[in-house]
């Protein structure tokens, strides 16, 4: 299992959720910044997960976590940009959702911004 390189600063979350591209849907937020090929050394997409206290307790926000965390895993190997960062916001849906439903809305926001080509399922 290949390992997820992950978002870890501040200001590179505040830069995803300032200049990325947002897209909405009940069950999660996701927020998608190409970085300039010139500066980017990434091969891979950096990825963030926020989950706020309105979620619910630690459990819940830990579900979440991991919920968000197993849908990528299964999409990841799919998408085709280089050198992007994506920040997907759990919503209050998200801890009672599995992560086979979490993935559909995942796949079909990545498509939305291009991260995923559209012969792919």
Do not use: W
């Amino acid at each position: 299992m290949e390992r997820v390189e992950t978002l870890k600063k501040n200001s590179d979350f505040r830069r995803v959720y300032s200049k990325g591209v947002s897209f909405v849907n009940p069950a999660l937020v996701t927020y998608v910044f190409k970085n300039r090929a010139g500066n980017c050394r990434l091969e891979n997409c950096r990825l963030g997960i926020t989950t706020s206290k309105k979620i619910g307790n630690a459990v819940k926000r830990n579900r979440s976590r991991r919920v968000i965390r197993a849908a990528y895993r299964a999409i990841s190997n799919e998408i085709t940009a280089k050198g992007c960062s994506i920040v997907f916001v759990a919503r209050g849906k998200t801890a009672s959702m599995k992560s086979t439903d979490v993935e559909v809305v995942m796949r079909q926001h990545l498509k939305k911004a291009g991260l995923i080509g559209e012969n792919q399922n």
